[in-house]
């Protein structure tokens, strides 16, 4: 209830409709926040679990108990003063102990309201805490969400992906074989790396995976979509039997992703690549995928019957799908 209370009112007066970046108050209630959580954490583990609650429980009895020890110390201390002998009557230890225990116990009572008041403000730092936890995550949550917006704006473009070279055309095993050079956007040219790839058949299907994130928070209410070409197949050999393609860098990262550090605008070098690796786990991870606003992901592949000798570009056109085009035609 009172985390509620304090995310309608720091979300109300620090951010508007249009912003989510983090105003120097952000900064000092991350501050308030880092001080506020131990302390907010150690009041729930006292109130919510077993352990806690033992503990409190414990202390309650030393508070009335522990006074009782002290108490028969100083009366044995007195009689040994007086008689040499430190050794009192039995009933009087009871009658002391009864006295101790009860004085505790009005004690205690009478501090009852001030206890409630303090439990009431122990609330208030947990309510609080939720309540600037729930804020950090909401603008945590706003400003990975603009970055991601950054980055498919980056990528919603036309791009090339292969030259594909095809070798060898085997008529009596039905073999093509192929080369595939990968374009690196980085550095606007072809990867030094390629993948020779011998597959039966010749008719070649280039398949890809369409990331769907028609008006998610990702595509900004707009219909969008993200093609990451990945393996092919053919006449001959199945789509569940295709050939991965391998058009990633050393970390994970798509070759037609990747950019020149001065062609990355609206984060680090570093936080994009951070980021393409999510967008690539999206084709491995459908619940990843789901929760960071991709509605939906569908296979699609264009294919070619292939001659020897023939050169073919493929490329991802930016209304979201995969085109062959002979290299001649450039």
Do not use: C
């Not at 108990?65 to 230890?93: S, T, V």
């Not at 102990?97 to 439990?119: D, M």
């Not at 690196?184 to 597959?199: C, F, L, M, R, V």
């Not at 993200?226 to 058009?247: A, K």
Request: no cysteine.
């Amino acid at each position: 209830m009172y985390g509620l209370f304090f995310i309608i009112f720091f979300v109300s007066l620090f951010f508007n409709q249009n912003s989510y970046t983090m105003p120097p108050t952000h900064d000092l209630l991350t501050k308030i926040n880092w001080f506020l959580t131990p302390i907010s954490d150690l009041i729930l583990f006292l109130f919510t679990t077993q352990t806690g609650m033992w503990i409190m429980i414990l202390a309650f009895f030393g508070y009335l108990i522990i006074p009782i020890f002290d108490a028969l110390k100083m009366r044995r201390l007195a009689y040994k003063a007086a008689y040499n002998n430190g050794n009192f009557p039995f009933f009087e230890k009871i009658y002391i102990s009864l006295r101790v225990l009860t004085r505790n116990f009005a004690k205690f009572v009478t501090q009852v309201p001030v206890l409630l008041v303090v439990i009431v403000v122990m609330f208030l730092i947990v309510g609080l805490s939720t309540g600037l936890q729930s804020i950090e995550s909401f603008v945590q949550d706003r400003n990975k969400i603009k970055e991601l917006q950054s980055i498919f704006k980056q990528l919603d473009q036309r791009y090339k992906v292969a030259e594909i070279s095809i070798r060898k055309i085997d008529k009596i095993t039905a073999e093509t074989s192929l080369n595939v050079k990968f374009y690196d956007n980085a550095i606007s040219d072809y990867s030094k790396n390629t993948q020779n790839i011998t597959i039966k058949g010749t008719d070649i299907y280039f398949d890809a995976i369409i990331l769907n994130f028609d008006y998610s928070e990702i595509a900004s209410g707009e219909k969008r979509n993200l093609v990451v070409p990945y393996r092919i197949f053919s006449d001959l050999v199945p789509q569940s039997q295709g050939i991965t393609l391998n058009l990633k860098d050393t970390a994970g990262i798509p070759l037609i992703f990747k950019r020149d550090t001065a062609n990355i605008y609206g984060q680090s070098a570093t936080k994009y690549d951070e980021n393409i690796r999510l967008f690539s786990k999206f084709l491995t991870d459908p619940k990843t995928a789901g929760k960071e606003g991709v509605r939906s992901a569908y296979g699609n592949a264009v294919h070619k019957k292939v001659r020897e000798g023939e050169t073919l570009i493929i490329w991802v056109e930016q209304t979201g799908g995969l085109v062959i085009k002979d290299k001649e035609d450039f």
